[in-house]
């Protein structure tokens, strides 16, 4: 059974930085894609960012220039660094993993909450 496993959640001032991190149980070299998605109270859950195993990344319009994904192929890791958080980024944030081949998997850990303060 594939497990992930975030951390790095927690309550930050606006205006503060935070990284999230994403243990995979498998090796995550040859996986499509990763990513970060969030859902905020009363609201659907969101894609914020996503790498793919060439490395490329996209983001949710709201987070672009702020976030930055990436993988550390070796140590099966993904993170996300949120800079100059909002209060409107506050929302459970999910770790994903979606593969295609020989059949699709997609994987969700269990979220990290993080709060900003106004």
């Known amino acids: 059974q594939v497990q992930l496993v975030e951390s790095g959640g927690g309550l930050v001032q606006a205006g503060g930085s935070l990284r999230l991190s994403c243990a995979a149980s498998?090796?995550?070299?040859?996986?499509?894609?990763m990513g970060w998605f969030r859902q905020a109270p009363g609201k659907q859950r969101e894609l914020v960012a996503r790498?793919?195993?060439?490395?490329?990344?996209n983001y949710a319009d709201s987070v672009k220039g702020r976030f930055t994904i990436s993988r550390d192929n070796a140590k099966n890791m993904v993170y996300l660094q949120m800079n100059s958080l909002k209060p409107e980024d506050t929302a459970v944030y999910y770790c994903?993993?979606?593969?295609?081949?020989?059949?699709?998997?997609?994987?969700w850990g269990q979220g990290t909450l993080v709060t900003v303060s106004s």
């Open positions: 498998i090796s995550i070299s040859t996986i499509n894609r």
């Open positions: 790498i793919t195993s060439g490395g490329s990344t």
């Open positions: 994903n993993l979606d593969h295609d081949y020989p059949k699709n998997l997609v994987v």
